[in-house]
């Protein structure tokens, strides 16, 4: 159970293109969606978190216009990257839970690479 | 402030030995502590989880994990290593307030079992 599906796996696209990103809950219910960032060989980096139905909450320095994120139902929320720049390759990784308070783990997707040329 | 540290960058085991993976952590409160795995080009999985109760959690896999409240660690375990343990583990700390669900991540471990 608890099945996080990410889409698409890997995208490679020119400078100024915007690629959306899908992360869906398969089986359950996601009050909430977090985004993460990750380099190589390092830890993750939150971006923002997304709660169905209201504006998602960016961390700081995260850009908001650059980095859309729509979460319209309990089981889809998307990330929008804006025009892309080779600066914004990067592992992307989405995460779920269904429940309120902090001890449910987040279930995580299995991440989009993104590579801008 | 919520932290978390994993001292060491690498681990090196034999398959079939011991595998002890480290983590601390600083929180304000109750801590929640999680452990996530991570394979190559992949998402996190998720292994165990303290919230409250026995300090000595199981999770999945074989792994297991004991929270010390005086040394505020929660290392992760395996009494016998296996190849396919290779991969980059995760330690998370919890915070966000009575209804938060944030994680800090240390910066990760990278396990190598050699056969």
């Known amino acids: 159970g608890a099945v996080v599906s990410q889409h698409p796996s890997r995208v490679i696209c020119k400078s100024g293109t915007s690629v959306k990103i899908e992360c869906r809950s398969l089986?359950?219910?996601?009050?909430?969606m977090f985004w993460y960032r990750q380099f190589p060989k390092q830890s993750l980096m939150l971006m923002a978190t997304?709660?169905?139905?209201?504006?998602?909450?960016?961390e700081q320095g995260v850009e908001k216009d650059k980095f859309l994120i729509n979460h319209a139902s309990l089981t889809l929320s998307t990330l929008t990257v804006t025009s892309a720049h080779p600066e914004d390759s990067s592992f992307y990784i989405c995460?779920?839970?269904?429940?309120?308070?902090?001890?449910?783990?987040?279930?995580f997707g299995d991440g989009t690479r993104l590579s801008i040329l | 402030a919520q932290s978390v540290a994993q001292p060491e960058d690498q681990v090196n085991v034999a398959e079939g030995n011991p595998l002890t993976v480290k983590c601390t952590y600083s929180?304000?409160?109750?801590?929640?502590l999680f452990w996530y795995v991570q394979y190559p080009n992949r998402g996190l999985q998720f292994l165990l989880k303290?919230?409250?109760?026995?300090?000595l959690v199981k999770g999945s896999y074989g792994f297991e994990a004991e929270f010390n409240k005086s040394q505020t660690s929660f290392h992760l375990k395996k009494p016998s290593a296996l190849v396919s343990d290779s991969a980059l583990y995760f330690c998370?700390?919890?915070?966000?307030?009575?209804?938060?669900?944030?994680?800090?991540f240390g910066g990760g471990t990278r396990v190598l079992v050699k056969p």
């Open positions: 995460s779920a839970t269904g429940g309120v308070g902090g001890n449910q783990p987040q279930h």
């Open positions: 089986d359950f219910q996601a009050t909430t």
């Open positions: 997304s709660n169905e139905g209201s504006k998602a909450t960016y």
């Open positions: 929180v304000s409160g109750n801590p929640y």
């Open positions: 303290y919230i409250t109760g026995d300090n």
């Open positions: 998370a700390v919890r915070y966000g307030g009575a209804a938060g669900n944030k994680l800090t």
